[in-house]
């Protein structure tokens, strides 16, 4: 007997988000609509991407819908908290029982503040709701993948930053996003160096470090607002890390060795990844050999990667077929 098994391939870029703001509170009173949780802060695409293949086959009737999922050929599932919180929401929408296999792929490592969760996100909404024609709308997809990161404290603004695309400014928190794109040279290079992961659900449930997160994140956006650059922006980013003292409570010593010795050089700045062991600093083609070389003393600790601003499209779509099994 032959049957159908359908595949899509969606691409959505990692994005670095360079300070924020947490917003789950209104006068002191817990917020409890996920739409309106989030962030405020301002951020950036990056040149590499999250890829995510979701294939699927319809099941007999009397089965029950299931789904597996990978990130980086690592069988995760269940563990994968907001790509399964997704799929426990399609599935509702469909009246028809399915065994979906759901693969993320990323270029940049996962936990080390690249928004890696935040593209998967994206990724598994916009390509199930191509995939099985759900005819959701733009703003609905954006809307259960913002909701996902929420609900599982994987991300706040990440899903709005990586919608708004290139440099950009989120405004207010929730959903539907409020941002606002800043302009950057076609030619600026964004080193990056990481050494590690962080849990975000880790700092964002650590009431002190959330409460200093709040005040310095506040005072950044404004100071980005009065001036809305490139260059103020890795400034305000690099104040906020220090304000918050987030390298000294979570000990990321050689991440503010390597901080500090970037800031020496003649560049546009450098700052921490929210939330990770990773480092990105802004500079010119000329400065790039200097960067690496400062990045490179800090080997086989860390690993690098030569990325740019990425002001294109955030969903993309490469492959959508159905094969006979």
Same mark, same amino acid.
């Given at each position: 007997m032959v049957s159908v098994k359908n595949k899509i391939i969606v691409e959505v870029p990692h994005r670095i988000s360079g300070f924020f703001e947490i917003v789950d509170k209104e006068n002191g009173i817990p917020i409890e609509n996920p739409e309106r949780i989030g962030s405020r802060g301002a951020g950036f695409n990056v040149s590499g991407v999250g890829k995510t293949v979701i294939s699927y086959k319809k099941l007999k009737k009397e089965e029950e819908s299931s789904c597996t999922i990978y990130i980086n050929e690592e069988k995760l599932d269940t563990e994968a908290e907001t790509t399964h919180f997704i799929?426990?929401?399609?599935?509702?929408? +469909?009246?028809?029982? +399915?065994?979906?296999?759901?693969?993320?792929?990323?270029?940049?490592?996962?936990?080390?503040?690249?928004?890696?969760? @935040?593209?998967?996100?994206?990724?598994?909404?916009?390509?199930?709701? %191509?995939?099985?024609?759900?005819?959701?709308?733009?703003?609905?997809?954006?809307?259960?993948?913002? +909701?996902?990161?929420?609900?599982? %404290?994987? @991300?706040?603004?990440?899903?709005?930053?990586?919608?708004? @695309?290139?440099?950009?400014?989120?405004?207010?928190? @929730?959903?539907?996003?409020?941002?606002?794109?800043?302009?950057?040279?076609?030619?600026?290079?964004? +080193?990056?160096?990481?050494?590690?992961?962080? %849990?975000?659900?880790?700092?964002?449930?650590?009431?002190?470090l959330s409460s200093e997160i709040k005040r310095a994140g506040k005072i950044a956006l404004n100071k980005l607002l009065l001036e809305p650059n490139y260059k103020n922006f890795v400034k305000v980013s690099f104040q906020f890390v220090e304000s918050t003292h987030i390298m000294d409570v979570l000990n990321l010593e050689k991440t503010k060795e390597l901080l500090d010795d970037l800031w020496k050089l003649n560049i546009a700045g450098a700052s921490m990844n929210q939330l990770g062991r990773s480092v990105y600093a802004f500079c010119e083609k000329k400065k790039e050999k200097e960067v690496f070389e400062i990045y490179n003393t800090f080997k086989p600790e860390i690993k690098t990667f030569k990325l740019s601003i990425n002001n294109g499209q955030t969903i993309k779509f490469k492959e959508k077929r159905t094969v006979n099994i």
């Open positions: 799929f426990n929401y399609i599935k509702k929408l +469909i009246d028809y029982p +399915i065994n979906a296999k759901i693969e993320h792929f990323f270029d940049l490592p996962v936990g080390c503040g690249y928004g890696a969760s @935040g593209s998967g996100a994206l990724g598994t909404i916009f390509g199930m709701n %191509k995939l099985l024609t759900l005819n959701l709308t733009y703003l609905e997809s954006g809307r259960i993948a913002h +909701i996902a990161e929420v609900v599982n %404290k994987t @991300g706040l603004g990440t899903v709005c930053g990586q919608l708004g @695309g290139g440099l950009c400014v989120l405004k207010e928190p @929730g959903y539907p996003c409020n941002y606002e794109r800043l302009k950057s040279p076609n030619d600026l290079f964004v +080193i990056c160096g990481s050494f590690g992961a962080i %849990k975000t659900k880790s700092v964002l449930s650590d009431v002190n």
